[in-house]
């Protein structure tokens, strides 16, 4: 089992609509949680971090389950330029702390 | 400010060779981290270098080395090239000390191809 896991995807949605990512991750003792946005060819960039309070970024909110390992973005109200591979991010503690990524989910917004 | 800058952008080599890539961190940053990603997969963690020293390592084998210099670039190291090596290797930097990794910003990266 990978350690974080993604909806396949791809995803292919019209502008304006209301997408969802799901991400499960298998290490509960697990510290922190971000998502990462990826355009084509382009470094991995910080999208925003998750909190378990669920926290939310204009257009974009996060949310965080410990209990069920589960770790979802909501994109409202999508345009063009949300198109991108968003990735999952997980981050252990101790000497496991460096960052986990998931193999992404990509998203194309249509006109 | 300059971000993260990573030399080459591009490179081709045969099985069996050896490779350096090269990474300069973001000015103020003293952490590099490298991550292998290979098409269609997530960044995988390599290693990391603070105070010129391996802080950490992720599952590689011995066949990828680094080194960090006194001004905080580094150097990732590849041996005994594999056709599987072929990847975008990615250096991101932050400020070390604090474990505050997740503030990563990431090179525009190293495209390898192994022929």
């Known amino acids: 089992r990978k350690e974080v896991e993604q909806d396949p995807g791809p995803f292919n949605v019209p502008e304006g609509a209301t997408v969802a990512f799901n991400c499960t991750y298998s290490?509960?003792?697990?510290?922190?949680f971000f998502w990462y946005r990826q355009d084509c060819r382009k470094e991995p960039k910080l999208l925003m971090s998750?909190?378990?309070s669920g926290n939310e970024d204009g257009r974009f909110t996060a949310q965080l389950n410990r209990a069920s390992q589960y770790i979802s973005l909501l994109i409202r109200d999508s345009k063009l330029s949300d198109s991108a591979t968003y990735l999952c991010v997980v981050k252990g503690w101790g000497s496991a702390r460096q960052l986990t990524f998931g193999s992404g989910t990509q998203l194309t917004v249509l006109p | 400010d300059a971000g993260v800058t990573q030399s080459p952008t591009h490179l081709i080599k045969t099985r069996g060779q050896q490779v350096t890539l090269r990474c300069s961190p973001k000015s103020g940053h003293d952490t590099v981290s490298w991550y292998q990603q290979a098409l269609g997969q997530g960044p995988q963690f390599i290693f990391q270098?603070?105070?010129?020293?391996?802080?950490q390592r992720g599952n590689f084998p011995d066949r990828f080395s680094g080194h960090q210099f006194p001004n905080y670039s580094s150097e990732l190291n590849v041996n005994a090239l594999l056709l599987g090596d072929s990847a975008l290797y990615l250096c991101?930097?932050?400020?070390?000390?604090?474990?505050?990794?997740?503030?990563?910003?990431f090179g525009s990266g190293t495209q390898l191809s192994v022929l």
């Open positions: 991101a930097s932050s400020a070390g000390g604090t474990n505050d990794n997740e503030k990563l910003f």
């Open positions: 270098y603070y105070e010129e020293e391996e802080r």
């Open positions: 998750v909190y378990s």
């Open positions: 290490n509960s003792a697990s510290q922190s």
